[in-house]
């Protein structure tokens, strides 16, 4: 079981990003999915989840910029980031606690994905 980020990349202050995260694997059921960002020298901090029917929160600096969404049938999760700010500049990471039988949920990390915002 894995999850797979992609998206990332450098971009202008005031532009946008699509992130997105596959699970893929033998899994059972994906249940609550998030984005996480690391800036330099900072600590790991959640930017967005969504759960498996679609209720969705967001770090305060997120709000009305960001988006998150998933597609349940395809267990992927996305973050549309939009009017980006340099202080969105991190390493963002996708999570999920994915269901590997009816019994057992564990939660996982995807590899980072780079988001540069120059001003």
């Known amino acids: 079981v894995q999850l797979q980020a992609s998206g990332g990349g450098l971009v202008q202050a005031g532009g946008s990003l699509t992130l997105a995260c596959a699970a893929s694997?033998?899994?059972?059921?994906?249940?609550?999915m998030r984005w996480y960002r690391q800036a330099p020298g900072q600590q790991r901090e959640l930017v967005a989840a969504?759960?498996?029917?679609?209720?969705?929160n967001y770090e305060e600096s997120a709000k009305g910029r960001f988006t998150i969404s998933r597609d349940n049938a395809k267990n992927s999760v996305h973050l549309q980031m939009d009017n980006l700010k340099p202080e969105d500049t991190a390493v963002y990471y996708c999570?999920?606690?994915?269901?590997?039988?009816?019994?057992?949920?564990?939660?996982?990390w995807g590899q980072g994905t780079q988001v540069t915002v120059s001003s």
């Open positions: 999570n999920a606690d994915m269901m590997v039988s009816k019994n057992y949920e564990y939660e996982w």
């Open positions: 694997g033998d899994i059972f059921r994906v249940n609550s």
């Open positions: 969504i759960t498996p029917d679609g209720a969705t």
